[in-house]
């Protein structure tokens, strides 16, 4: 059994740089994650989509924000426990037990930054599907831009997500077919007329109909027209759903499951706190760039509230690294 003072569920953003602040503040802390990769939503869903909100980064994909989280959290004591589900939350007198699917751990405070919980994307719902997601042909996202290179691909969607990508897959693909079950796009009207603009086929109103071994069948709605479009790559972008889920029993959580703070980020539970996507408070507002302003207040507030009997860092970096200092 391995004892911390702080465990953070949940390796996103908000949860790897709350571990990076927790060991700032000399703090040692474990941060665990049912995934096999650190970095959270960004990395999974929009590695190579542009991100614009987090303050001093005019622009970084969500795979190079996710690196550069990695490396920071680098530079304190920390353990990083990917590929470990958390199943069991016990609060003890000393703090709290942790049961995951390897061990047991021990920690005095716990900060959840799951975000919305589980990711589970939209599907198409048609025969083959799982098959083809399984042979690499399908996609609910795109990890790597270059893997598109010389391709022909359909794009399945209608709103942001579909025309945006759509748009970044021309610049590698050999073509790009956009296919919306609505004439009209729910998309930002700037990037509508982008991909009007563009070289990207567009094919309204489709659904899919069939997967075949060579590409995509669809029909036309409320018609028996079909098309058959002959592709190497189909990247669906319906969206995705979220399955949160309370770790322990006594959490306060809102009607979509989102755990309820005060101002200081803690739980209804004592030395239970939380960051990110997973709270709700009045005035919340759903961005990365808030989150780390969570994380550092709900770190900031455990050592105020949480006896760690040890005498910790101030809350500030400008005295730490020193070796850095040019």
């Known amino acids: 059994m391995k004892s911390y003072d702080v465990i953070v569920v949940g390796a996103g953003p908000v949860g790897l740089y709350a571990g990076f602040y927790a060991g700032m503040r000399g703090l040692s802390v474990a941060i665990i994650d049912v995934s096999e990769e650190a970095g959270g939503q960004p990395a999974e869903i929009y590695p190579e989509k542009a991100i614009y909100d987090i303050a001093g980064i005019p622009k970084i994909s969500g795979s190079a924000l996710a690196q550069n989280l990695v490396q920071q959290l680098d530079k304190v004591d920390h353990d990083l426990r990917l590929g470990e589900k958390v199943e069991r939350v016990v609060k003890t007198e000393a703090g709290f037990e942790v049961t995951t699917s390897q061990d047991v751990l021990t920690a005095k405070g716990l900060l959840l930054t ?4 589980q990711i589970v994307p939209r599907t198409l719902g048609v025969e083959g599907e799982e098959a083809a997601h399984a042979a690499g042909r399908l996609a609910y996202f795109v990890r790597d831009l270059e893997s598109y290179r010389g391709k022909s691909v359909a794009v399945l969607g ?14 590698v693909a050999r073509e790009v077919h956009l296919v919306h079950r609505r004439d009209a796009f729910r998309a930002h009207e700037k990037t509508v007329e982008e991909v009007k603009a563009s070289k990207i086929i567009i094919h309204t109103p489709y659904t899919a109909k069939e997967l075949m071994a060579d590409g ?9 027209e079909t098309l058959s479009l002959s592709v190497d790559r189909i990247l669906v972008t319906y969206g995705f759903l979220t399955q949160p889920e309370a ?3 006594g959490l306060e959580l809102n009607r979509n499951g989102r755990m309820r703070v005060d101002g200081t980020m803690a739980s209804s539970i004592s030395g239970l706190y939380g960051a990110g996507d997973s709270v709700d408070y009045e005035g919340k507002i759903p961005l990365i760039s808030v989150g780390f302003g969570e994380a550092v207040t709900a770190i900031s507030a455990m050592t105020r509230t949480i006896d760690f009997e040890k005498k910790l860092n101030a809350g500030h970096s400008s005295t730490l690294f020193e070796e850095e200092k040019v």
């Open 114 to 117: 799951t975000g919305n919980g």
């Open 158 to 171: 209608g709103g942001d997500s579909a025309l945006d990508w759509a748009l970044m897959l021309q610049t």
């Open 216 to 224: 995509i069948l669809l029909a036309k709605v409320k018609s028996e």
């Open 247 to 249: 770790l322990m029993e």
